[in-house]
Structure formats: C-alpha cells, structure tokens
C-alpha cells in the first residue's frame, strides 16, 4: 500500500526497547511529579476517574494511529497520513503545528533545566545549564537516530523506578503502616473530605483539561515509527500497552497520594513524591525528585529536537517546506531541521530573559491547542484511510483500530468537549484565542507562497537527497 508520498530514506536504528519506553515516557511528564497537587484540587479523589475517562480516549487515539503507523511507518507520521488521506492543507497545517508545539514546549524545558540545576548550585546563571541541555541534546540527535533512542530509553527508566518506588512503598505505608510507627493509613482519605467527589461532577469535568494536557506528547511514537527497526512488531507491542501503563503510573501513583495524604491538604505540602519519600526518613527526598524532574524535562527536550526535525524532513518531502529540510547527513539524520530548530530554541532561551513570563502563557496555549488538533487529525485520517480500503484489504489489516467508527467519532466529540471547557477556564481559555491567530498565520502563508498550487510539489523530489 506504501506509495511515493511516504518514501523516506532515514535509518532505521530505534529497537523494540527504545519504542517501549519512548512510548511509556511519552505519557510521563514533569507534570505528575510537581503539577498533581493542582490536579487534584479540582476535582478531589475524583480525578482518578477524569484519569481513566481521558486514558480511554487516547487508546482509542492511540490504536487509530497505530493503525496508521503499521500501514504507513514514516517520521512525517500524522502529517503524512493528513496529506494522503485528507489534503495538503491538512498536512500542512498539522506538520507545522506540531513542529511549533515541540518548539514551544522544548522552550519551557530547557529554561526549566535552569532552574532545577539551581536547586544544587544557586550560584550558577540560569541560562548557562538551559544552555548546555540544549546544546548537548541537540548532539545527541545529530550524532544518530539510536542515540536518541538510547537516552530517552534511560531518561524513561529513571521516571518508570521513580513511580514504581513511589507505589510500592506508598502501599506498604498504607496496608502495612511502614514510615507511620506500624500503623496502616487505610484508604479512608479516599472519601473522608467530603466523599470521593468532593466538587461534584463540575470538578471531574473541568480536571479533563489538566488530564488531557498531561498526555502530551504520547502520541510521539507515531513519529518514531519511521525510525523503527521493526514496526510492525514494535508499534503495536507499545501501544497495547499504553492504556495499562496509565492505570499503573497515573492512577496507581495519585491512590497512593490521596490515600496518604487529605487531598485537600496537598497544595500545603509541596511535591507529594518529595513527602511521600521524607516521610520514609529520606533525608534527600527532594534532591532524589529535583533530579528525576530534571531528566524529565531532558527527555522532553530530547524528544522534542527529534520530533521537529522529522516533521519538517516530511513537510518538505510534501513540498510544504524548503527543500533543504529534506536532505540527510551522512547518519542519515534530518540535519538541517535539527540546526533550524535549534536556532529557534536558542532564541527561545533569550526571550525567556528579555519578555515577561506571560508571554510563554500564551504561546504555550497554541501547543496545548496544538495536540488536540493533532489528535482529531489521526481520527479523521484513519477514517479516510479505512473508506478508502477494499473490504479484502480491511480484513488484511495488520493492527486494526478498536471499535472503528463508534470510537473515532465518539473521541471527537470528546476533543470538541475538552475545547468547550477550556473556554470555563481562565488559564485555558486564552488558548481559545491565540490558537485561531496561529491558523491564520499558517493560511495566510499557504496562499501568500503559493503552496496550494501544484508547482510547489518539485521539492519533494529535490528533497530525497543528502548534504
């Protein structure tokens, strides 16, 4: 099925064990670790249902995209699939979008990098560790495809031991009293402070925005696919398991927190992972949780170098960008996408010194706008891609979606409600406006460069070169 329009020529080096975790790390960020306290208070014990009602929605993403990956295993990923099976226009737009939500995120963690390397040295400037996270991740994605592999594979493990500890413990603590002088906590916290839907419905639903927010970036094995050694075995063995590890790393974490801990008494407290290990009579609990939170925002950066480049590698394959973007280096990395990318974190890193925080606010509201885009587009490419397969060839598939088409439709719906409730929000709702001025910009620019004409179509062909 695999026609000219996904034709890529980059080097297949990431291994099952690099998907696995690429895909596990994907879904761990720095929010569970510092951001849950503010979760929580939304909704009380009951975001651990707003957890589960949001992680069935991404497996149904999730398998409609692996879907696409097994079929079509390109870098370009959703921009491709949006190209092919619902226009250039699509592609366009949802390769730039996601290229621009990377930037803005890897922006945010590599300043972050600042300052959780103050936490052990005070003295050094800010801008000098951003720096350096930036310039040693950038390496590491020019040097080769395996090498990114290689670090996000660990920088997932630190984060994986970390919630496994953080669970195991915690639940010693609950059923067996381990750190409280032998007395088990119990699990009365769970419905003590005023039931186990403290805010009502309202709460669950205005928490699904955090929720959503906190899955950002699962959907990156889609665009690792196009490096897998072995995709048809790979993909499918990482996605099966995304929603499980939810359950586990998600779930399994916040019961611990709210059984330990009143859920209205956790915005006091700091970070409940700091506590919950002080509690045990770790004296450098917080130096422990600083350094995991710290490779967390390295993976991002990681993951975020890499996944800019390859999007703008296939954008130019569609003639959708310079056709420099589309050549390799002699590794066979999308070099020049990597270097322009870097270009724009590195201004990234003097904005966040020369304008007000504030501004971050709003441009990052775009990336969050940004993946909700892009998850609406893996549905509705995967429908177009079903509707146009033969009833033989359906039955052929490889790793078919779940319950196709109630739960494409249903989860767009679900994604339409999501935006309808950040417009309740203050802190979301700006999104509501920045977005549509993003959109704009990119229409503008498609029609200004003449991009919707088929002339624009040549650099694909000049881009399957090397430097």
């Known amino acids: ?15 099952e064990r690099h998907i ?40 149904f993403i999730m398998r409609s995209l692996g879907e696409l990956a097994v079929a079509y295993p390109v870098s370009g990923s959703f921009s491709a699939y949006a190209n092919k099976f619902i226009g250039p226009l699509a592609g366009y737009i949802t390769g730039w979008t996601y290229w621009f939500m990377w930037v803005v995120t ?13 936490f052990w040295f005070p003295d050094v400037p800010q801008w000098i560790p951003a720096m350096l996270a930036l310039v040693a991740m950038t390496i590491v994605n020019v040097v080769a495809v395996s090498a990114f592999g290689e670090f996000e594979f660990w920088f997932a493990m630190i984060k994986i031991i970390t919630i496994l500890v953080m669970i195991v413990v915690g639940a010693m603590m609950i059923f067996f009293g381990l750190g409280n002088d032998g007395i088990p906590t119990g ?3 769970l419905v003590a402070h005023g039931g186990f839907m403290p805010m009502g419905v309202e709460g669950v639903v205005m928490s699904l925005v955090m929720v959503m927010f906190a899955y950002l970036g699962i959907e990156l094995v889609g665009v690792a696919a196009g490096e897998a050694s072995n995709p048809e075995k790979t993909i499918p063995a990482a996605i099966d398991k995304v929603f499980w590890r939810i359950l586990v790393f998600y779930v399994g974490a916040l019961v611990v927190i709210m059984s330990l801990y009143p859920w209205n008494q956790l915005g006091t407290i700091g970070s409940p992972f700091v506590f919950t290990f002080k509690k045990l009579g770790i004296a450098a609990a917080a130096g422990i949780i600083n350094f995991v939170v710290l490779t967390a925002a390295l993976s991002s950066c990681n993951s975020g170098i890499f996944s800019t480049g390859r999007m703008l590698y296939n954008l130019a394959l ?21 270097l322009v990318s870097f270009c724009f974190l590195f201004i990234g890193v003097i904005l966040n010194y020369l304008v007000p925080a504030q501004v971050f606010v709003y441009v990052t509201s775009v990336a969050t706008s940004g993946a909700l885009w892009v998850w609406a587009i893996i549905l509705i490419a995967q429908m177009r891609f079903r509707q146009s397969l033969t009833p033989e060839q359906v039955a052929k598939l490889k790793y078919p979606s779940l319950l196709y088409p109630v739960s494409n439709w249903a989860t767009l719906a679900f994604l339409v409600f999501v935006v309808i409730v950040m417009a309740f929000d203050p ?15 990119l229409l503008a620019c498609y029609y200004a460069f003449g991009l919707h004409k088929p002339a624009a179509k040549p650099l694909a062909r000049a881009a399957g070169g090397r430097n």
């Open 1 to 15: 099925m695999k026609g000219k329009e996904f034709e890529e020529n980059l080097e297949r080096g990431l291994k």
């Open 187 to 189: 699990l009365t916290n």
């Open 427 to 441: 802190d979301t709702r700006v999104a509501l406006y920045v977005a549509p001025a993003w959109f704009g910009l």
């Open 106 to 118: 890897c922006m945010a963690e590599i300043t972050a990098v600042g300052v959780y390397v103050q």
């Open 318 to 338: 569609q003639g959708k960008a310079p056709a420099c973007f589309g050549k390799l280096s002699k590794n066979r990395v999308p070099l020049n996408g990597i």
């Open 20 to 59: 696995q975790l690429i895909a596990l790390g994907g879904a761990i960020g720095v929010g569970l670790f510092l951001g849950s306290a503010t979760a929580i208070k939304t909704a009380g014990p009951a975001l651990l249902l707003s957890y589960i009602i949001g992680g069935i929605f991404i497996l």
